[in-house]
């Protein structure tokens, strides 16, 4: 409603106007940080105790109407006026004039009380030119203005003006509660408002075990996180760069293949691929296509779409994995030296061989189950395999997928099902209410049967952090396993399945 001055207002006519302006309006919307509209959220203004509950698009509005003037005001005689932004005030009673003026935000800027009759110039005390609103007071009367400094003005009686005039009490706040959401506070200066809020979805604090990490734990960064590496490469080579390490009394070579966008902010997850007998480390940093090198480091790098893998091949000395105690420490020697000059994610360090690779990884695995989240071998031998002795031999679960051949004459395929494996699964059966892990060495894997195909399975018993996966097929003493059996018409080792299954096999953690 829009008045011209000069105009004089009644006690009885502030009473017909005050009486059915609406106090303050708080609405808004309730979404989360997709956009996405929370329904059946609790939205509580605190202080006036006054609630509200989101709809299906996320709405709500907490509304109030003002309370009438009593009924005693009505013999009062007074007037309220505005003339070019001079505020004429009269009263019969001894009441204070209260003039409190806001800005176009809704701010309190002006506050001032008057006694008795006369004149004010509402533009007092206002260094800026703008639009304001005036609240005028006298005795239980409330009138509301609008007006600019330069002069012009209207009286504003409605909704708006009288919901944007109305005080919040000092530390009011709306809060906002959904469940599966963190709980959201917002002070409020105004109890006339629109709120367009997100909820952040809760994020349960990640559970910690007796030993290990919860499936999808966040990333744990390296102490070389954020900085650049200070190691001295001996050269480069096709898709690598190749390093050397001193091991006790032994030089040792290593190959690193950082990803094209490498960022040393970023935790990176690591694979370790350890070669084969008659076979070096530089084979499986780059190598001709063949049955045993389709791709470098087993597959794995070409399945890295996102550079998310740092690369890492050793080199054993005279090609063969003998030296136990200093085979495990190069490993360990090298894995420290990736934390110190690299961004890794120590909680995601993953090994891979084949044959004498694979019995190198099955060594480590039983020895570094603190460093390495996951193994995956192909071909497992379970002979001449070194191990720590006594009270450094670690009774701890390790995730382990193994490809095997039926047909495999070099590595026993029978053995390592029947020795091997119930090794490991003796010590991944299920966490007890103490965290200690139980025995699911009695649980057999399905096999394949016949000539072609294959077979992974999963066991039920383990726990679910360590993960072990059986996959057999009818095949002898190769890692690039396929469908179509022994080596002979039809084979082709480049339909191999084995890169992808081992790759959702890491990707799982």
Known sequence: MSIKSPKLFTAASLLAFCGFASAYTISGTVSDDQGKAIKGALVNLLKEDKTATTDDKGKFTIHEEEVGIKSAFRNSVGYISINNGILSYSQSSTSPVQVKIYNSLG??????????????????????????????????????????????YNSAIGSNASALMKDAQAGEAIRFVAEGFDTLTVPLGTLDTTLDVKLTKTVPPEPTFKFGYALGNKPTPSKGCGTNSTLKKVKSVENGDQFQIRVGSDTRDYFITLPKNYDNKKPHKVLFALHCYGSRGEDFV????????????????????????IFVSLDAIGGVWTKGQGDHDFFAQTLTTLNENYCIDTSRVFITGFSFGAMFSYSLMQDMQSRVRAAATYAVADYNIWLPEGNNMKNLPIAWMNVHGKNDGRCDYNRAKNSALPRILKRNGKADDDGNFTDASSEKPEEVQGNTGHVCYDFKNVDERFPVKWCSWPGDHQWTAHDTGNMGVGWNWESTWVPEEVHKFFEQF
């Open 107 to 152: 701010n309190q800027v002006f506050n001032k009380t008057l006694q008795g009759a006369g004149t004010y110039d509402l533009s007092k005390g206002l260094s800026a030119q703008g639009t304001y609103l005036a609240q005028v007071t006298v005795g239980n009367a409330k009138q509301n203005f609008k007006f600019t400094t330069n002069g012009n």
């Open 286 to 309: 780059h190598h001709k296509a063949d049955y045993d090198h389709p791709t470098p480091y087993y597959g794995q790098q070409v399945l890295d779409k996102n550079g998310d893998y």
